[in-house]
């Protein structure tokens, strides 16, 4: 069964670093996603993108993180300067169309010290 | 705006008892509704998803939801539950709008005693 993947498993980082985490969706799908759950809070949502650009994006998506599809196949979140806050499990998920469910990569859980 | 309500933060069953987890939704039109489960240290797995049609979805792990547009809830229920089941269980609404970006509610963590 086609799932989604996501790497690395765990970061850990020193503040202020840059940091990429990877996810490579189901291949046909067409809408991809990014979602952080702090430890023992709710999953939030980050991000959309769709047909190579930004579908919407939360208050938490600041000028801090970007993504990026640079190929077919991977589908990139950047935060350019970590905070300790943002210390969480950035999940990335991706739906083949409307009248579909998303179906989520199983997280990296980003530790920034 | 779309919101999502799961009243219980913690229920503890015993095994081999049955479950409700409960959720009441918040939307102007016609929801999507799901439930994930998340295990610990792993991602969200879709258990239903309610799009239209019959109101009792039927989903894996023998779990099952109904919904009930008058109550807006969608509330999930298994008629026994295995300690396999401890896990967390997220409640989500989603709508018809081409980005389909759905909300979460807080979640339940669900006990389960031998």
């Given at each position: 069964?086609?799932?989604?993947?996501?790497?690395?498993?765990?970061?850990?980082?020193?503040?202020?670093?840059?940091?990429?985490?990877?996810?490579?969706?189901?291949?046909?799908?067409?809408?991809?996603y990014?979602y952080?759950?702090?430890?023992?809070?709710?999953?939030?949502?980050?991000?959309?993108?769709?047909?190579?650009?930004?579908?919407?994006?939360?208050?938490?998506?600041?000028?801090?993180?970007?993504?990026?599809?640079?190929?077919?196949?991977?589908?990139?979140?950047?935060?350019?300067?970590?905070?300790?806050?943002?210390?969480a499990?950035y999940?990335?998920?991706?739906?083949?169309?409307?009248?579909?469910?998303?179906?989520?990569?199983?997280?990296?859980?980003?530790?920034v010290? | 705006?779309?919101?999502?309500?799961?009243?219980?933060?913690?229920?503890?069953?015993?095994?081999?008892?049955?479950?409700?987890?409960?959720?009441?939704?918040?939307?102007?039109?016609?929801?999507?509704?799901?439930?994930?489960?998340?295990?610990?240290?792993?991602g969200?797995?879709?258990?239903?998803?309610?799009?239209?049609?019959?109101?009792?979805?039927?989903?894996?792990?023998?779990?099952?939801?109904?919904?009930?547009?008058?109550?807006?809830?969608?509330?999930?229920?298994?008629?026994?539950?295995?300690?396999?089941?401890?896990?967390?269980?997220?409640?989500?609404?989603?709508g018809?709008?081409?980005s389909?970006?759905?909300?979460?509610g807080?979640?339940?963590?669900?006990?389960?005693?031998?």
């Open positions: 069964e086609p799932e989604v993947t996501q790497t690395p498993s765990h970061q850990v980082t020193q503040m202020g670093q840059e940091v990429i985490l990877r996810c490579v969706p189901i291949s046909n799908h067409l809408y991809f990014w952080r759950q702090i430890l023992g809070q709710k999953v939030e949502f980050l991000v959309s993108f769709y047909n190579n650009e930004i579908s919407e994006k939360s208050e938490i998506f600041d000028d801090q993180f970007s993504v990026e599809r640079p190929d077919g196949s991977n589908f990139t979140l950047k935060i350019r300067s970590t905070k300790l806050e943002d210390s499990m999940f990335c998920a991706s739906l083949a169309g409307p009248y579909n469910e998303q179906f989520f990569g199983p997280g990296t859980r980003l530790t010290l | 705006a779309q919101s999502v309500t799961q009243p219980d933060i913690h229920i503890t069953v015993s095994e081999g008892a049955s479950l409700e987890l409960r959720c009441n939704y918040s939307y102007g039109a016609t929801p999507y509704l799901f439930w994930y489960v998340q295990s610990p240290g792993q969200l797995q879709l258990l239903l998803k309610y799009f239209s049609g019959d109101t009792l979805v039927q989903g894996i792990k023998g779990f099952e939801a109904e919904f009930k547009r008058s109550q807006s809830s969608f509330n999930l229920r298994k008629p026994s539950v295995h300690w396999s089941d401890a896990a967390e269980y997220f409640c989500a609404v989603g018809t709008g081409g389909y970006i759905p909300t979460f807080r979640g339940t963590s669900l006990i389960v005693h031998p």
